[in-house]
C-alpha cells in the first residue's frame, strides 16, 4: 500500500492563500500514480476537490475552478493544491489519494486505493 502524507494546513483569513502538498512513499513509480485531493467538513460528506492525472489532465470541482490548481513533482514523489482566495465555506479536512490508473478525477473517489490522514484546512472570516 502507497504511504500518503499530507502537509501544509493551518488556518489562514479569508481571501488569502495556502499551499498543501501530499509526500508519497512505499512506491516503486510515482508516475504511475493518478493522484487526486479531496475534502471533508464536520458532519458533511466526503467531496472531490481536484485530480490530476498520470499524463497531467487536471479535473476540479466547480467550487473551487478558478481558485486552486493542483500540479505534481514526480521527481519529488510530491502533489501539491495551490488554494487561492480562500473562503470560509473551503474549511475542511483535506485528504490526498492515490490509484495505480492512467486516468482519475476529482469524481472518480470510489477509484482511488490509497488515502493520507489527512490535514485541515481552516478560513476565518
Known amino acids: 500500500q502507497v504511504q500518503l502524507v499530507e502537509s501544509g494546513g493551518g488556518s489562514v483569513q479569508s481571501g488569502g492563500s495556502l499551499t498543501l502538498s501530499c509526500a508519497a512513499s512505499?512506491?516503486?513509480?510515482?508516475?504511475?500514480?493518478?493522484m487526486g485531493w479531496f475534502r471533508q467538513a464536520p458532519g458533511q460528506v466526503r467531496e472531490g476537490v481536484a485530480a490530476?492525472?498520470?499524463?497531467?489532465?487536471?479535473t476540479y470541482t466547480d467550487f473551487v475552478k478558478g481558485r486552486f490548481t493542483i500540479s505534481r513533482d514526480n521527481a519529488k514523489n510530491t502533489v501539491y493544491l495551490q488554494m487561492n482566495s480562500l473562503k470560509p465555506e473551503d474549511t475542511a479536512m483535506y485528504y490526498c489519494?492515490?490509484?495505480?490508473?492512467?486516468?482519475?478525477?476529482?469524481?472518480?473517489?470510489?477509484?482511488?486505493?490509497?488515502w493520507g490522514q489527512g490535514t485541515q484546512v481552516t478560513v476565518s472570516s
Open positions: 489519494a492515490a490509484v495505480r490508473r492512467l486516468w482519475c478525477a476529482y469524481y472518480t473517489a470510489e477509484a482511488y486505493s490509497d
Open positions: 490530476i492525472t498520470t499524463g497531467g489532465t487536471t
Open positions: 512505499r512506491v516503486t513509480s510515482y508516475s504511475m500514480l493518478c
